[in-house]
């Protein structure tokens, strides 16, 4: 997608006197430039995604040209869906949504019609140290997301709200695409933060979580 008459320049100047609230309101009154924009803006989101799963994608013998309008889709169902008035923000959203799309890709190829292909790679392969395999990392439920696990988990409920309570709307931010997988550079990129700010932030929602933690030990 491209922002019509509109150069590199023009549109980062237009971005940065815009909300994406304002953007997001364009884009539901049919405003085409507004999708180009956001898509310009959080083009990153589908970039850093994919390069998450293309070790299995590539494995899968996935065609990137599905992929890719997989992504599209997502990323306009974040558009299409999105509420300013809840905790989450739209790279989070939008990055939700796409990764939500990648997976159901993944979960597609590893049907029995695809089997041949299967037969190279195994979903069932352990990946991580408490024997999680690769297919529960992209099942539907959310047993491996350590974020909803946390939120759902009524023994840490109570806990949850007091971090959320402590942390203000960046760190929560910042929290939530940590417990996605994020890495520092991503999420400096999704959030369009320099490298420090969200270093500083990450090292902030650790300090206020330690004190949360030792204030429920005593």
């Known amino acids: 997608m491209e922002c019509l008459e509109m150069t590199n320049e023009e549109i980062e100047e237009y971005l940065k006197d815009t909300s994406d609230g304002e953007l997001i309101m364009l884009y539901r009154d049919e405003d085409e430039n507004a999708k180009n924009l956001l898509f310009y803006k959080y083009k990153c989101i589908i970039d850093i995604l994919i390069n998450k799963y293309k070790f299995y994608l590539n494995k899968l013998n996935v065609d990137f040209q599905e992929i890719y309008s997989e992504c599209n889709v997502g990323f306009s169902d974040a558009l299409n869906h999105f509420q300013e008035d809840k905790d989450t923000s739209l790279p989070t959203f939008i990055t939700l949504c796409v990764e939500r799309r990648i997976k159901g890709i993944i979960r597609k190829y590893h049907r029995p019609k695809y ?13 991580l140290d408490n024997d999680v395999t690769l297919l529960d ?12 696990n946390i939120l759902e988990d009524e023994s840490y409920s109570e806990l949850i709200k007091m971090v959320k309570n402590n942390l203000t709307e960046n ?46 030990k005593k």
């Open 115 to 127: 089997k041949g292909i299967n037969d190279l790679f195994s979903l069932d392969m352990t990946i």
């Open 137 to 148: 990392t992209i099942s539907d439920d959310s047993k491996n997301d350590p974020l909803k």
């Open 171 to 216: 760190e929560y931010q910042v929290f939530t695409l940590l417990y996605r997988g994020m890495s520092l550079p991503e999420i400096s990129k999704i959030l369009k933060k320099n490298y420090k700010q969200v270093d500083n932030t990450i090292q902030r929602v650790r300090l206020k979580i330690k004190k949360i933690l030792f204030q429920e």
